[in-house]
Antibody
């Protein structure tokens, strides 16, 4: 059974950096589309970024130039490097798996990122 | 970007009754070459991640009870729960995956009347 476990969230000051990790088991990260989706407190879902099986990456306009998605195939882990963090980046960040088409078949439990001074 | 608009924002239905949630996309998400609608539905219970219910607008994910069904085509879609159970209390989201960025509806909160 596919499992995703996110770590790395926490409280960070505006302008700071944070790296989120998503450890996968039960499937191979490099063979799937892997995304980050976030949810601000009490709000809806917002797609953040995707890395395709062929290494192509895409970002929401709201994070482009500040966030970088990557993966470590040897550790079967997905990452999100977040720089120049803003208060509006405060959210629970989920990693999610898509297989083939771009709907999300598996989700992690999420990790909370709070950007505040 | 494709804007997804759900209605209503919240809904209260009696146990055993039918619940209907609507989702409208700002442009067609029907791909003519394969005649598939690039629309998914998710259920999110309090404190939990979303769970995939429906994809391709009407295909039920494995393990999802058959009281959940999806319908619609082009720009207008519906999620129907035929007989509401207590465990169905949640927020429901539609999502288009026709183009990047994928986008979600704002969510519909379903409660028991």
């Amino acid at each position: 059974e596919a499992q995703l476990v996110e770590t790395g969230g926490g409280l960070i000051q505006p302008g700071g950096s944070l790296r989120l990790s998503c450890a996968a088991s039960g499937f191979t990260v490099s063979s799937n589309y892997m995304s980050w989706v976030r949810q601000a407190p009490g709000k809806g879902l917002e797609w953040v970024s995707v890395i395709y099986s062929g290494e192509s990456t895409y970002y929401a306009d709201s994070v482009k130039g500040r966030f970088t998605i990557s993966r470590d195939n040897s550790n079967n882990t997905l990452y999100l490097q977040m720089n120049s963090l803003r208060a509006e980046d405060t959210a629970v960040y989920y990693c999610a798996r898509s297989s083939g088409s771009y709907y999300f078949v598996s989700w992690g439990q999420g990790t909370l990122v709070t950007v505040s001074s | 970007d494709i804007v997804m608009t759900q209605s209503p924002d919240s809904l209260a239905v009696s146990l055993g009754e039918r619940a209907t949630i609507n989702c409208k996309s700002s442009q067609s998400i029907l791909y003519s070459s394969n005649n598939k609608n690039y629309l998914a539905w998710y259920q999110q219970k309090s404190g939990q991640p979303p769970k995939l219910l429906i994809y391709w607008a009407s295909t039920r994910e494995s393990g999802v009870p058959d009281r959940f069904s999806g319908s619609g085509s082009g720009t207008d879609f519906t999620l129907t729960i035929s007989s509401l159970q207590a465990e169905d209390v949640a927020v429901y989201y539609c999502q288009q995956y026709y183009i990047t960025p994928v986008t979600f509806g704002q969510g519909t909160r379903l409660e028991i009347k």
